[in-house]
């Protein structure tokens, strides 16, 4: 366990972000199994909803430094091409 001040409150912030990130991931990681489920099932019109939604999502994690911005285009594009598939 750290003994300096701010070591100590390095720990703190620390375990709050990872907090946040998970919490954002598994935001994500919700929305594409939506996505997913919808394509699975090859229901085009539920697919499409899902997709918006998830791409808010992604977006989102992408802009507060949880994904890298390739990370988000790429998964943004995957879904994408995966839900065109199916239409």
Do not use: C, F, P, W
Not at 29 to 57: F, P, Y
Not at 64 to 80: A, D, E, P, Q
């Amino acid at each position: 366990m750290a003994n300096i001040k701010s070591a100590k409150k390095r720990i703190l912030v620390n375990e709050t972000k990872a907090a946040r990130n998970k919490a954002i991931k598994s935001k994500v990681k919700t929305a594409v199994k939506k996505v997913e489920a919808a394509i699975a099932q090859k229901d085009s019109e539920t697919a499409k909803t899902a997709l918006r939604a998830a791409i808010v999502e992604i977006t989102k994690a992408g802009t507060k430094g949880v994904y890298h911005k390739n990370t988000v285009s790429r998964k943004i594009s995957r879904l994408s091409k995966a839900v065109h598939d199916i239409a």
